[in-house]
């Protein structure tokens, strides 16, 4: 993974929201749909999934030239718009995975592995983590996304994707030890880990309120029946 899935999100995000004000033209196209920010920032490690198939982690969905491809018809149907969601995939592996990790990044064009390779988990990567969940929240904050991601709003039901997918990642790094009472006292056997794991509760507890949110706009309006 190379960065946890906190600091794929928090940095899509992040980065993101920087395409979309920096970037002539953006701005205009209209608000970002932060659910497919939060998933497209984690899309490039889909490929653990398939590693049953034989499909190695960090290969080809970790390359600008498959993602060039796969984001070509949105390009040409949505022009400037799709701009911020294919920045929010590329920094998964050129940002995140590139600083912490080593990634086929030129794939095929030359498959060598490319990166810093800090290593997770580290002080560094922790703080990398951190800032990119502290950044969100106040760019949420500063961006007014805050208000609209908390309303009742049915395209919040959106967010039980990342959610989702958060929780499956959960669930992937507790399956890799035998029993919960190895795991549990492993989270709590340093400082990293209790950090990374409250970032996580923070992020998840954040994306679930905003899912509930969603779901909330579903309910019958008693009010207005009467
Ligand atoms: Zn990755």
Partial sequence: MELYFLGHMAWAYVWAMLAWALIPGV?????LIVPAILLLGILPDADLLFSSLGVMHRTFTHSFFFWI???????????LKSIPYFVAVVQHFAFGDLLMGKVMIFWPFNKSMVGFN????SLIDVALETAG???TLGIIVYSGDLKRLFSVNKSNILMLLPLLALATSALFFASHWPSINLFIPYILS?????ALTIGHIILFAFIAISALQGLRALRPKRALQR
């Fill in 27 to 31: 701005k205009r196209t209209g608000k």
């Fill in 69 to 79: 491809i796969i984001f070509l018809p949105l390009f040409i149907i949505f022009r």
């Fill in 190 to 194: 340093s400082n990293l880990q209790i």
């Fill in 133 to 135: 969940l502290l950044l």
């Fill in 118 to 121: 800090i290593g997770m988990p």
